[in-house]
């Protein structure tokens, strides 16, 4: 069974700091990867979406890498801001026809003023 | 809309009722997944829809819960006979496309927390 591990658990930064999330999956036959933050009792937004056949995508100061051969993924927040106070989850589908993506528990961020 | 919906936002119900969670996807969208989210874990698959047809169910915890999604867009997640266990916020997402489209961002809903007494 998939299983997907992020790291930290949780982060606690200045305002401004440069930040590096980690998503990791046993099996790293992943066929894409997308990364989401969710805010306390709220649904998951979308914030990247690295397709099959990319490595990475960009939007705004967020910027997501991913490994296939490793499995391994990273969201990188530039320049945070209490606003990017946040859970932050990742989760991919496995190739081979699975369409049932696999979260990882998440990255519970806090960013001070 | 412009998003996914769903209601209520927040039920309770003693243990032993049944409860019916409805998910208003994005239109057009063929795809529609419902997860169910404990405190401090990512959501876990229950079961997926493309279009009307119910393809994979095997998330479902047990045989007191059943979904529907009869036109192919609204979908209902129905839980007989609630237990305590069942507490947890239930999302609902969707997808314009199918299995391993290109555009298969899935667009999530604000879920509906559940509490079982």
């Known amino acids: 069974k998939q299983e997907v591990t992020q790291i930290p658990a949780a982060l606690s930064v200045p305002e401004g700091e440069n930040l590096v999330l980690n998503c990791s999956f046993t099996?790293?036959?992943?066929?894409?990867l997308q990364w989401f933050r969710q805010d306390p009792g709220k649904g998951l937004t979308s914030l990247l979406l690295i397709q099959s056949s990319q490595r990475e995508q960009t939007s705004g100061r967020l910027n997501a890498s991913l490994d296939k051969s490793s499995g391994r993924s990273t969201l990188y927040i530039a320049a945070s801001q209490p606003g990017d106070s946040a859970t932050y989850l990742c989760a991919g589908p496995q190739s081979g026809g699975s369409y049932i993506p696999t979260f990882g528990r998440g990255t519970s961020l806090i960013v001070h003023p | 809309g412009a998003g996914v919906s769903q209601s209520p936002r927040y039920k309770v119900a003693k243990r032993g009722q049944d409860v019916a969670l409805r998910c208003d996807p994005i239109s057009g969208h063929v795809s529609l997944f419902w997860y169910q989210q404990a405190l401090g874990q990512g959501p876990e698959f229950l079961t997926y829809f493309q279009n009307e047809a119910q393809l994979d169910k095997s998330g479902l915890p047990s045989d007191r819960f059943f979904a529907e999604r009869p036109e192919g867009s609204v979908s209902t997640l129905k839980i007989q006979r609630t237990q305590q266990e069942d507490s947890a916020v239930y999302l609902c997402a969707s997808s314009l496309v199918g299995v391993a489209g290109v555009y298969n961002e899935q667009f999530f809903g604000p879920g509906t927390r559940l509490t079982v007494l």
């Open positions: 099996d790293s036959a992943i066929y894409n």
